[in-house]
C-alpha cells in the first residue's frame, strides 16, 4: 500500500509555523543568566517535532538544520553547556533559515544556500566550543541507544546490518489505545516486516526488520504519540535478546503551549493526534475545547450564508409588519423568535472569524530587538490585552500598519541611553502595544516613553513642504502633520526611516478599514498613537436614510445625531458653502443629492433632515430628506461585483429585495470641498 503523503505537506508547514513561532516566543522570553530549564524543554521540542515531521516528509535540508540546532539545544538543557546570548542570536538565525526553507517547499521560492550552510556551521561551532572531552562524546537526542549490557549480549548500540541490508529493532511503545496500537502496525508494516509481542504490563513491543534508519521510524510513530515515550533498541542480527530500552528522547517538563492540530494517520483517519508534542495536564482534562483547523474558505462561506439569512429575516419582518398583530398574533411571535435565534446564530458565527491580538502581537518582540541592537538602543517591550479579539480580516490587514508605528516608536520616540540618562531617565525605554474593546470597536495603542513630538520641527518642516500651517494650529492638528505623504522629520535616510513613505500609509490603509487614528504626545515623556477599528466589516449597524427615490446606509458608528434645523442656523460663508450653527460651533454642510447628483425632495437644509457625522476627529452635517430607521445590514463587496465608486464602501440587500449603498463617511468628509479645515466659531 502507498500513501501520498503530499495531501498532509499543509498540515506539516501550518504546524511547523506554529512551532517556529512558539520557539521564537519563548527564545525572546529567556532569562541568559538563568533560563528556566522548563522553557529551555519546550525550545528543544519544538526542533525535535519540526525535524520529526520534515524527515517524514523527506525535506532533508530542514531535517539537516533542525538536527544540529537539536544537538546544541539538548546539550544546553541537560546543563552540559551554559547558555550564553550568542546561542540565542544563534537560535533566533536558524528560525530564520527555517522560515526560508519553509518557505522554498512550501512556495517554490528561492533560498539561499550560503546562508543554511553558515547557520549551520555556526551552530555546530557553537556546539564544538563547548563540547566534552574526546573520549565522552555528547550522545545524539534521536539516535542514541544505550550500550550493550551483561543481560543483553546480543544487543547492539548502533544498528548492525544483516546479510540483506536490513536492520533489526525491537520497538516498545507506551500505554496507547488498541486503536494506536493497530495504526502504528500498519504504519511501520510499510517499512518492512514487523513481528508484535504483548508485554506483561499491558503494553506492546514490536520487533522490526527493516532497511530503514531510525529516523524514519521515530517520524512515523510521531504522528500517533510523543517520541519521548517510544523506546527503541537495535538487536544483532543473530540474535533474540534486546538492549534494555531507554527513551529515544528523555521526557522533559514541557512549558504549556497551545497544541496544534496535526494529519490523522492514515489508518485511522477518525483521529488526530499532535505529533512531536505532549499533552499538557490542562488540555486532558479539557480535551472538549481542544480546536480543529479548519480553511478560511470554509469560514467565509459559512458567514456569507448566515448574512444571507440575516437579509431574509429582513424580508420576512417587512412583509409580517402590515398584518394585524391580533390576528396574526402566533405568526408574529414565531417571526420574532426567528429573529432573535437568527441574531444569536449571527453572533456566533461572527465570533468564528475572531481572533486574538497575540496573532500580531507576537511577531514584534524579534523585530524590537532586532531594530533597538541595529539602532544601539535599549527597549522593553510590554504587551497589553493580547487576547482581545478582532476579526480575521481586519488583523491581516493591521499588521503593516502596526510595523510602522512600533518602526517609528524605536527610531523616532525612544531616546538613544546617554539621552535619556541625561534626562532622568532609565537607559531602557518601554514600548507598549495594548488593544482593548471599547463598545462596537477595538482601540489599538502604540505607546513609547521617549522623547515625544517636537512641534516647533513638525511646524517648519511643513512649511518648508508647502503645507497649509499656522502657529494657531492646536497640538492634536499639528501632530496629524505627520501623516502627510512624504512628510518626514528624519534628518537622515536610513533603511529603518527618513524617506516620509511609511505614516501616510498607515492613515490611509486606517481609513480603508473604516477606522481612525489619534495621536496624544508630550514633549519629554512619550507619545501615543491610538487607532480604533470597527470589530467586523461583514456585518454593520446601520441608520437608512433617504435622498429623492434612493436609501443610502450610514454605519452607525459614525453618526452622533440628527436634527432639522432652523432657518436662521443655516449660513453662507464665502469660500466655503453653507454651514450650520450647532451649539455654537458651525459645522461644514454636506447635500448628500450634490454628491450623487440626485434629484432631492428638500434641497433646503431647514425642510429636510441633517445628520452629523464625525470621523478622525472633524464633524460634518449630511443633508438628506428624511430617516428611513435603524437596522443591522450584511456588507458586499461592490468592488469585486462592480467598480470601486467615491464615496461608497459597500452595498447591501434591504428587506423589500432593493440593493442599497453605503456610504464611506470618511471620504465623504475628506472629499468635500465644502468640508474646512477647522470649525467655524462665532
Known amino acids: 500500500m502507498t500513501i501520498d503523503m503530499s495531501q498532509f505537506y499543509q498540515v506539516f508547514f501550518d504546524e511547523a509555523d506554529e512551532l517556529l513561532a512558539e520557539k521564537e516566543k519563548l527564545l525572546l522570553a529567556l532569562d541568559v543568566s538563568a533560563p528556566d530549564p522548563e522553557e529551555l524543554n519546550a525550545i528543544f521540542r519544538t526542533a525535535h517535532s519540526i525535524k520529526g515531521g520534515a524527515a517524514t516528509f523527506g525535506f532533508s535540508d530542514i531535517t539537516d538544520v533542525t538536527h544540529i540546532l537539536e544537538n546544541l539545544l539538548d546539550r544546553i538543557r541537560k546543563g552540559e553547556m551554559a547558555l550564553t546570548g550568542e546561542h540565542v542570536d544563534a537560535f533566533l538565525s536558524a528560525k530564520d533559515i527555517l522560515d526560508m526553507l519553509m518557505a522554498g517547499h512550501r512556495h517554490g521560492s528561492a533560498v539561499d544556500q550560503e546562508a543554511v550552510a553558515a547557520i549551520c556551521a555556526r551552530l555546530k561551532a557553537l556546539s564544538d566550543g563547548g563540547a566534552c572531552p574526546a573520549s565522552d562524546p555528547s550522545p545524539d537526542p534521536v539516535a542514541d541507544v544505550p550500550e550493550a549490557t551483561a543481560s543483553s549480549p546480543q544487543a547492539s548500540a548502533e544498528p548492525v546490518a544483516d546479510a540483506e541490508g536490513n536492520f533489526h529493532y525491537r520497538i516498545e511503545l507506551p500505554q496507547v489505545s488498541a486503536r494506536d496500537v493497530e495504526a502504528l502496525a500498519t ?20 520487533t522490526l526488520v527493516t532497511n530503514e534508519g531510525r529516523d524514519n521510524i521515530v517520524a512515523i510513530c510521531s504522528f500517533v504519540l510523543d517520541p519521548d515515550d517510544l523506546k527503541i533498541g537495535c538487536l544483532m542480527p543473530a540474535g533474540t535478546a534486546a538492549v534494555e530500552p531507554d527513551p529515544v528522547v528523555a521526557a522533559p517538563a514541557v512549558a504549556e503551549q497551545p497544541a496544534p492540530v496535526a494529519a490523522p494517520v492514515a489508518a485511522a483517519p477518525a483521529e488526530q493526534k499532535n505529533w512531536g508534542r505532549r499533552a499538557t495536564d490542562k488540555e486532558v482534562g479539557n480535551a472538549e475545547s481542544s480546536s480543529i483547523r479548519v480553511g478560511v474558505e470554509k469560514v467565509d462561506q459559512l458567514i456569507n450564508l448566515v448574512g444571507e439569512l440575516v437579509i431574509t429575516q429582513a424580508m420576512i419582518d417587512q412583509r409580517i409588519g402590515a398584518l394585524d398583530p391580533i390576528i396574526h398574533e402566533r405568526l408574529l411571535n414565531s417571526a420574532s423568535q426567528l429573529a432573535r435565534n437568527t441574531r444569536d446564530l449571527q453572533e456566533a458565527v ?44 481586519l488583523i491581516e490587514r493591521i499588521v503593516d500598519p502596526l510595523n510602522h508605528l512600533v518602526r517609528n516608536s524605536v527610531d523616532h520616540g525612544i531616546e538613544m541611553p546617554e539621552q535619556r540618562r541625561a534626562n532622568g531617565k532609565q537607559e531602557a525605554g518601554t514600548l507598549t502595544l495594548s488593544a482593548a474593546h471599547q463598545g462596537g470597536n477595538i482601540v489599538i495603542e502604540v505607546s513609547d516613553d521617549g522623547g515625544g513630538l517636537n512641534r516647533d520641527k513638525i511646524l517648519a518642516k511643513a512649511r518648508q513642504q508647502g503645507l ?27 533603511d529603518v526611516s527618513g524617506r516620509g513613505v511609511g505614516m501616510d500609509v498607515v492613515k490611509r490603509n486606517i481609513a480603508a478599514m ?103 476627529g472633524k464633524k460634518a452635517a449630511l443633508l438628506v430628506d428624511s430617516l428611513v430607521g435603524q437596522q443591522q445590514v450584511v456588507v458586499k463587496n461592490l468592488e469585486s461585483n462592480f467598480r470601486k465608486v467615491a464615496g461608497i464602501s459597500g452595498a447591501t440587500i434591504l428587506g423589500d429585495g432593493g440593493v442599497s449603498l453605503i456610504l464611506d463617511v470618511s471620504a465623504l468628509l475628506r472629499s468635500s470641498r465644502q468640508l474646512s479645515a477647522d470649525p467655524v466659531f462665532f
Not at 193 to 201: F, N, V, Y
Not at 354 to 371: G, K, T, W
Not at 379 to 389: K, L, P, S, W, Y
Open 468 to 494: 497649509p500651517v499656522s502657529d494657531t494650529m492646536s497640538d492634536g492638528e499639528i501632530w496629524q502633520l505627520i501623516f502627510a505623504p512624504g512628510f518626514s522629520t528624519a534628518e537622515v535616510v536610513t
Open 514 to 616: 473604516g477606522g481612525n487614528v489619534e495621536i496624544f504626545s508630550i514633549p519629554g515623556s512619550g507619545t501615543t498613537i491610538a487607532i480604533s477599528l470597527p470589530l467586523t466589516l461583514a456585518i454593520l449597524d446601520g441608520m437608512s436614510v433617504k435622498v429623492g427615490d434612493e436609501i443610502y446606509i450610514l454605519p452607525l458608528g459614525y453618526v452622533v445625531e440628527s436634527l432639522q434645523p432652523a432657518p436662521v442656523d443655516v449660513k453662507e460663508i464665502a469660500g466655503q458653502g453653507k454651514v450650520v450653527k450647532m451649539r455654537e460651533e458651525y459645522l461644514p454642510l454636506i447635500p448628500l443629492y450634490q454628491i450623487f447628483d440626485i434629484e432631492p425632495r428638500f434641497a433646503d437644509p431647514s425642510q429636510g433632515i441633517l445628520v452629523i457625522l464625525e470621523s478622525e
Open 187 to 206: 504504519e511501520l508494516g510499510l517499512l518492512g516486516t514487523i513481528d508484535r509481542e504483548a508485554l506483561p504490563d499491558g503494553r506492546t513491543a514490536f
Open 350 to 393: 461572527m465570533s468564528i472569524r475572531m481572533m486574538p491580538m497575540d496573532y500580531v502581537f507576537s511577531r514584534f518582540p524579534r523585530m524590537v530587538r532586532d531594530l533597538a541592537g541595529k539602532l544601539g538602543k535599549k527597549v522593553e517591550f510590554v504587551t497589553r490585552g493580547a487576547a482581545t479579539e478582532l476579526d480575521k480580516g
